[in-house]
T-cell receptor, first 114, second 120 residues
Framework: DQQVKQNSPSLSVQEGRISILNCDYT??????FLWYKKYPAEGPTFLIS?????DKNEDGRFTVFLNKSAKHLSLHIVPSQPGDSAVYFC?????????????FGQGTRLTINP | GAVVSQHPSWVICKSGTSVKIECRSL??????MFWYRQFPKQSLMLMAT?????????EQGVEKDKFLINHASLTLSTLTVTSAHPEDSSFYIC????????????????FGDGTRLSIL
């Protein structure tokens, strides 16, 4: 049962344009959502997060939008830069089986073309 | 910012060998650390939650006797893959959350760089 889903395994965007990565979740009890960026053979790096009581959080080029009614969040990167090429994971935090845990999506590989 | 160091980054060993992976929080104390496993092109799957001074909590389907976790101090957790076999080959990643700043509320988990384990 995949509680967090990233339905696009890959995305290719032109440098300077906007990159939009999407994530859907099924558990309405998740209270926090995070986006991580991952390069090969490295651990994920935290990018940006959003509380379930908000609908938008912005940090520089990165903005996360949360639509609770649709159980959907998205990460916008604008303008996209070649260094943004990586795998992006969305994660949701919730109490599962008595403990606070992060549940990750499958990841989306973003490629920024010069 | 918070840094989590994981060692070794890459291990190749023979079937039947036990392998220990260390995870350290370098500039903060972590009462709780997490161990994940990632198969190629798949998501990070939580294996267990490591609690300082007490037993680890394992996720369903993860063998406790196979994956031994020790969290002896506030900055160190170890994962030992005992009698490793080729099916244990994977990318193992630890993470920790800095509870020292603002409490448990909104602090993100910070991840180590992972350990690529290859069992021949």
């Amino acid at each position: 049962d995949q509680q967090v889903k990233q339905n696009s395994p890959s995305l290719s965007v032109q440098e300077g344009r906007i990159s939009i990565l999407n994530c859907d979740y099924t558990n309405s009890m998740f209270d926090y959502f995070l986006w991580y960026k991952k390069y090969p053979a490295e651990g994920p790096t935290f990018l940006i997060s959003i509380s379930s009581i908000k609908d938008k959080n912005e940090d520089g080029r990165f903005t996360v939008f949360l639509n609770k009614s649709a159980k959907h969040l998205s990460l916008h990167i604008v303008p996209s830069q070649p260094g943004d090429s990586a795998v992006y994971f969305c994660a949701a935090r919730g109490f599962i089986q008595g403990a606070q845990k992060l549940v990750f999506g499958q990841g989306t590989r973003l490629t920024i073309n010069p | 910012g918070a840094v989590v160091s994981q060692h070794p980054s890459w291990v190749i060993c023979k079937s039947g060998t036990s392998v220990k992976i260390e995870c350290r929080s370098l500039d903060f104390q972590a009462t709780t650390m997490f161990w994940y496993r990632q198969f190629p092109k798949q998501s990070l799957m939580l294996m267990a939650t490591s609690n300082e001074g007490s037993k680890a909590t394992y996720e369903q389907g993860v063998e406790k006797d196979k994956f031994l976790i020790n969290h002896a101090s506030l900055t160190l957790s170890t994962l030992t893959v005992t009698s490793a076999h080729p099916e244990d080959s994977s990318f193992y990643i630890c993470s920790a959350r800095d509870l020292g700043v603002g409490g448990a509320g909104d602090q993100p988990q910070h991840f180590g760089d992972g350990t690529r384990l290859s069992i021949l």
